[in-house]
Nanobody, 124 residues
Framework: QVQLVESGGGLVQAGDSVRLSCAASGRTFSGYAMAWFRQAPGKEREFAAAISWSGGITYYADSVKGRFTISRDNAKNTVWLQMNSLKPEDTAVYYC?????????????????WGQGTQVTVSS
């Protein structure tokens, strides 16, 4: 089992920056690809960013590319999502997810473990 706990969300203004953190515990963190998904009110959960277990390969949704950066530190069992130039349409609950393979994926159903989510609200 892997437990994931997100933190760092809150209410911000458009143009601001926020860094989300995801702390993992339980089974070894290294060897797992990690990702951030988000779910806006009334919408399905969608992919935002993913990172391979080594950190060498990252993927981003087109909507966040150039503004968001995913990173990880396996020694600290932590993954981060740095979000810059935030827009009101970035408002969502952000979820951290772990995949039981080293290669990252954009597909929600390929992630076995999920955190409880952290709310990010961007006001205009």
């Amino acid at each position: 089992q892997v437990q994931l706990v997100e933190s760092g969300g809150g209410l911000v203004q458009a143009g601001d920056s926020v860094r989300l953190s995801c702390a993992a515990s339980g089974r070894t963190f290294s060897g797992y690809a990690m990702a951030w998904f988000r779910q806006a009110p009334g919408k399905e959960r969608e992919f935002a960013a993913a990172i391979s277990w080594s950190g060498g390969i990252t993927y981003y949704a087109d909507s966040v590319k150039g503004r968001f950066t995913i990173s990880r530190d396996n020694a600290k069992n932590t993954v981060w999502l740095q979000m810059n130039s935030l827009k009101p349409e970035d408002t969502a609950v952000y979820y951290c997810a772990a995949r039981l393979f080293p290669r990252a994926s954009l597909i929600l159903n390929e992630y076995a473990y999920w955190g409880q989510g952290t709310q990010v609200t961007v006001s205009s």
